[in-house]
């Protein structure tokens, strides 16, 4: 009996070349655990520099009825390359995953059997472990989750990756969030619905390098926190105010002794030392003000997230 039913998966692909052989392979081998789906894919090419796009049009070519493409103008980033993904999907399931095999194939199948069998509206992996990474990196990830979760409404699970399935209403709804700072993880859990979490241990990359350094992570987490929190602002303002106690103190402070011990020996450095904080304190604020103003200005842009040079 042939499948009825489509399970779209999106893969986000940046030099990926190594992997998409290795990825297409293992997929096919869980497609046929699964006899009452048929596996859509929808390769995104994330204007990798190698012949990823190579391998995308072969395998598109072998065949054209299952294996879709899209390939960008240039690098737009992850979170553009997973939209795309999600516009084009067409299956009533849909799956995001990463070609480098760190998401766990074989956990699709119990991803499918929780959403047909205990009624969740979406099934998430859960990473628990962190071996094999860098100490430093997965310190800060760690501070990361605990940060965010305690400054913002929407909750972020510590560990959960991209790799979900997810029902049809699920996709429409984040699809309706077109906001051009996109940050995933903070969508996920903002548009709710019903969501179980899979557990499992770090597994390495099948091949190739990770095109995440440690400062693009960085920069990462700080767009997470700025879309999906307000209390960076709450921060500044406070800062502000504080500075602005302890300088009044300081005031009063040199006041006093100059009326008790008459005209003090000229303090200069420390007058300077006090200066440079105030002035650090406000660029810091500045910073963090111009940080909400710039993803305002992006936005009102209303610049495409994405340009699709080509597809299939």
Known sequence: MSAEKNLSVVIPC???????PIFYKTMEGINAQIPDYEIDYYFVDDGSKDNTLKEMRQLQAKNPKRVHYLSFSRNFGKESALL????????ELVAVMD?????????LIDMLAGIQKEDYDCVAARRVSRDGEPPIRSFFARMFYRLINK????????????FRLMTRPVVDSILSMREYNRFSKGIFGWVGYKTK?????????VAGETSWSFWKLFRYSLDGIVSFSEFPLSIASWIGFISFVISFIFLAFIVIRAAVHGDPTPGWPSMVSIFLMIGGLQLLCLGIVGKYIGNIYLEVKNRPRYIVKEKK
Do not use: C, F, M
């Open 84 to 91: 795309a993904g999600l516009d084009a999907a067409k299956g």
């Open 99 to 107: 070609v480098d095999l760190q998401d766990p194939p074989e956990l």
């Open 197 to 205: 979490y899979l557990e499992y241990k770090n597994v390495e990359r």
């Open 151 to 162: 400054i913002s409404e929407t909750p972020i699970v510590d560990g959960a990756r991209d």
């Open 14 to 20: 940046y030099n990926e070349q190594e992997t998409i």
